[in-house]
């Protein structure tokens, strides 16, 4: 995928970057919100078919991957996140995690628009990211 | 009709208002109603984005049917949408998951809590139907208290409200939602032949009162477009104290032996139609009325419904319209409709304080209509020559008809006693040669020349020239005048 806006790239890796604890954590402290957010606009329905797809691709390059087929909760997608980055190092998990976001953003904008997308980011963020950190500026090339 | 306590809200939607007799009431309970691809969830999104501020919320619901994502990808290709009030001033919430638990408490305790949260003044919930079908295993006390309680409870939080749903006629005559609603907007996409016209009715609304029947209207990237079927302003014609006609102001045609023939030039405000068969001059004719009205000072307008503007264009006519004193309709739309057509002209007279109006040709008009408007070209015509004439224009129409010589007509379509003048342009044959004759067969309340007259088209214009010396030049046979004198009995 190569559609990502940098504006989008510096909004993920400044949220990341703000978090404290480990790699898993932070993830999960990023993906809870993002996930009721968007389950509030799309539905479940929408949200689940839209992360199945990014995590497949996730998945395609770094196989450790991989989701628990055992587990049916809710949360399951989430959990299944957190315990596999729980077991990589911090430097792959976070690349992982950063792709992670970076596949489900770029196909939510290849879907509807990256104004959007980054405007759904921003506000599903608002409590992680504070405002004088969110890239405002578009940039020129986008 | 409506009265102090309702207020109406302007939709910005072009002719919506119009429709629903000046705007949206509000704290209204209205449904979208139509057939999938109608333009329901594009109309309710046109209103949304026009009438939503941070200080006056909207909330869009959606439930099953077209998935958001698909809406959003698809609704943000319309200029209305702007990214920037979601979130802002307008929140889109999913129900899907509610509405899958089954029952319509916790649809309604969804809703309830939503309204809490945004406090919002528009409320639209996409689609009704899909509620409606997943209730279908509940009784239908159920639902029509679901809808009773929704309609309570919208009003009380001062939000006006749409419902939109897939609807078809008979099935929600049936409907309880359609009784409780003050408002009911039905869309339709009809196909006539090869043809799609869409259509919008506005059914019921309450407190005011709309325009009756059906109404064309259009998509585009601006959204939808509708045009209310032109209605006739009432006459204000005031009669003199005498009773007598006031003297009706002339306009040339810009060929001086043609305003000798009309008895002075064409009566302001009337309409004249141009009649001839292919090539006989009838758009350079039509040129020579915008380019005089120019050279007085008249702008004018030319709808050109038949040929493309490189064809058409003379450099005269280019000139005209290069310099800005004539505007162009390029309408090869094809589908218009004859309200389409009648606001795109009344537009640009309008806007160029037009004076003369030239339609090119009726002929090609009437190919750029919708199959289904063309069975009623004569009503339609009727109604775009009043509308016309009332803003004060002075119309030119051409109309192309073979020559014929068993008969006499004057146009195709029976629409020759619509117009106030006709101008009749015919091929003949004399000394073995194709010529040109002209001659003016009506001015409504004017007297007029009765004569053939040949015409020629020259580099400097229209020529017309004397009587024609012929007699039977409209059966196909003149023979000449000179020779039926001679020929003639003598008195015994």
């Not at chain 2, 006989?280 to 307008?301: D, I, N």
Request: proline content about 5%; cysteine-free.
């Amino acid at each position: 995928m190569s559609t990502s806006n940098i504006r989008r790239q510096q909004l993920i890796k400044t949220a990341m970057m703000k978090g404290e604890g480990e790699v898993a954590d932070v993830a999960l402290r990023l993906w809870q919100p993002l996930t009721a957010h968007l389950i509030s606009i799309i539905g479940s329905g929408g949200f689940d078919a839209l992360y199945a797809r990014s995590f497949y691709l996730t998945h395609a390059v770094y196989p450790w991957m991989a989701p628990n087929n055992a587990s049916h909760s809710p949360n399951s997608p989430l959990m299944d996140l957190q315990n596999s980055l729980e077991r990589q190092n911090a430097d792959e998990a976070h690349k992982a995690s950063f792709m992670l976001f970076l596949t489900f953003t770029d196909t939510l904008a290849s879907l509807i628009g990256e104004p959007l997308t980054t405007s759904i980011l921003t506000s599903a963020w608002s409590d992680n990211v504070p405002e004088r950190d969110i890239p405002i500026k578009e940039f020129p090339h986008e | 009709m409506s009265s102090n306590i309702i207020h109406s809200l302007t939709t910005n939607v072009p002719g919506l208002d119009l429709l629903m007799g000046g705007g949206l009431p509000e704290f209204s309970f209205n449904i979208i109603a139509g057939t999938p691809g109608s333009g329901k969830t594009t109309l309710a999104h046109q209103i949304m984005f026009s009438l939503a501020k941070p200080e006056y919320q909207a909330l869009f619901f959606t439930v099953l049917g077209e998935p958001p994502l698909k809406m959003f990808r698809y609704q943000q290709q319309f200029s209305f949408f702007d990214v920037d009030k979601i979130g802002r001033s307008i929140h889109f919430v999913n129900l899907a998951d509610d509405l899958l638990k089954g029952d319509y408490d916790s649809v309604m305790a969804r809703i309830t809590q939503e309204m809490q949260d945004h406090a919002p003044r528009l409320v639209f919930v996409d689609s009704f139907r899909s509620i409606v079908q997943a209730g279908r295993e509940q009784s239908g006390t159920d639902f029509q208290l679901f809808v009773q309680r929704l309609a309570q409870q919208m009003t009380s939080w001062q939000a006006t409200t749409f419902l939109i749903g897939e609807h078809s006629f008979p099935e929600a005559q049936a409907n309880p939602i359609f009784t409780v609603a003050d408002g009911i907007l039905w869309m339709s996409q009809n196909v006539h032949r090869n043809s799609m016209v869409r259509k919008i009715q506005v059914a019921k609304m309450r407190g005011q009162a709309p325009t009756p029947g059906l109404h064309t209207f259009r998509i585009d990237a601006e959204g939808v477009t509708i045009f209310p079927r032109a209605v006739l302003p009432p006459d204000t014609t005031v009669q003199t104290a005498n009773n007598s006609f006031p003297e009706i102001e002339r306009l040339s045609m810009g060929v001086p032996a043609l305003d000798d023939m009309l008895g002075g030039g064409l009566p302001s405000g009337y309409s004249l139609l141009l009649v001839g068969p292919s090539g006989s001059g009838k758009t350079v004719l039509a040129t020579e009325f915008l380019a005089e009205g120019v050279r007085r000072g008249e702008s004018g307008v030319i709808a050109a419904f038949e040929k493309s503007p490189r064809q058409m264009l003379s450099r005269k006519l280019h000139a005209l319209i290069k310099g800005g004193q004539v505007g162009l309709i390029d309408t090869h739309a094809l589908d218009l409709s004859i309200d389409e057509a009648l606001h795109v002209l009344t537009a640009l007279i309008e806007k160029m304080k037009a004076k003369r109006v030239v339609i090119d040709s009726l002929s090609g008009f009437e190919l750029a209509l919708a199959p289904e408007f063309r069975e009623d070209f004569r009503e339609s015509l009727y109604r775009m020559i009043s509308v016309l004439t009332k803003l004060g224009v002075t119309i030119v129409m051409t109309a192309e008809l073979e020559d014929r010589y068993t008969d006499l007509r004057f146009s195709s379509y029976g629409t020759a006693f619509l117009a106030d003048a006709i101008v009749l342009q015919r091929y003949t044959e004399i000394g073995g040669q194709i010529n040109r004759v002209i001659s003016v067969v009506k001015v409504r309340g004017s007297a007029h020349s009765r004569d053939i007259r040949s015409f020629d088209i020259a580099d400097e214009g229209i020529k017309i020239g004397p009587r024609v010396q012929y007699e039977g030049v409209l059966s196909g046979r003149p023979i000449s005048s000179v020779f039926l004198d001679r020929s003639a009995p003598e008195n015994p």
